[in-house]
């Protein structure tokens, strides 16, 4: 199957800061990309969906400006968590497609481990 | 809304066994189920993806099946390892939207 890469795959930052996370499509084109967060013991939950470039698209109650999200190539998608706070702490796992049509398969990331302390 | 939901959330067998792990959807409007494995700490790897038209896919000691019109699938695994201790995912496809998983059952396999 097709790989993607997520980068860093853990991080530990200060409450206050931001951090910026990759992900990236190595040998085929992600015409959208989803990025998922994922609490200890739950289900993934999709925080948006992004295509190159237009605006990403949020799902409820996901705080855009906190959660900026860029999809500035058909390679690349970054998610940046904004003035992190320790509630941010999370799994968070990137997702990415090639093609539209609705049959077409996704590819995970490794994941990232963020904790804010 | 779609709701996905796995039972047993956990399970624990001896090396050895065959076993079946279920998944249910709510809305059978869907364009393909995907079973994943996910480590601790790590991220998904896709194991079997069935799409909306088949009833069932299968990879080696790995067999999913489908039945869409009562919103049910299972992933069974014969002749269970150590190594395939870690969490199963569950998860749909339906039109215009990412995947939606289940919370997953966390399997162990003692040797």
């Known amino acids: 199957g097709a790989v993607v890469s997520q980068h860093p795959s853990w991080v530990i930052c200060k409450s206050g800061t931001s951090v910026k996370i990759e992900c990236r499509s190595l040998?085929?084109?992600?015409?959208?990309m989803f990025w998922y967060r994922q609490f200890p013991k739950q289900s993934l939950m999709l925080m948006a969906t992004?295509?190159?470039?237009?605006?990403?698209?949020?799902e409820q109650g996901v705080e855009k400006d906190k959660f900026l999200i860029n999809h500035a190539s058909l390679t690349l998608s970054t998610l940046t968590v904004t003035s992190a706070h320790p509630e941010d702490s999370s799994f968070y796992i990137c997702?990415?497609?090639?093609?539209?049509?609705?049959?077409?398969?996704?590819?995970f990331g490794q994941g990232t481990r963020l904790t804010v302390v | 809304k779609q709701e996905v939901t796995q039972i047993p959330a956990a399970l624990s067998v001896p090396e050895g066994e065959n076993l079946v792990l279920n998944c249910s959807f709510t809305?059978?409007?869907?364009?393909?189920l995907q079973w994943f494995r996910q480590d601790p700490g790590k991220g998904l790897t896709s194991l079997l993806l069935?799409?909306?038209?088949?009833r069932e896919q299968t990879s080696g000691r790995l067999n999913a099946s489908l039945d869409k019109s009562s919103g049910r699938s299972t992933l069974y695994i014969a002749a269970s390892q150590p190594g395939d201790s870690a969490t199963y995912l569950c998860?749909?496809?339906?039109?215009?939207?990412?995947?939606?998983f289940g919370k997953g059952t966390t399997l162990s396999v003692s040797s």
């Open positions: 997702s990415a497609r090639e093609g539209s049509g609705p049959v077409t398969e996704a590819f």
């Open positions: 040998d085929f084109q992600a015409t959208t």
């Open positions: 992004s295509n190159e470039g237009s605006k990403a698209t949020y």
């Open positions: 809305d059978s409007a869907i364009y393909n």
């Open positions: 069935i799409q909306s038209s088949q």
């Open positions: 998860a749909v496809k339906q039109a215009g939207t990412a995947l939606i």
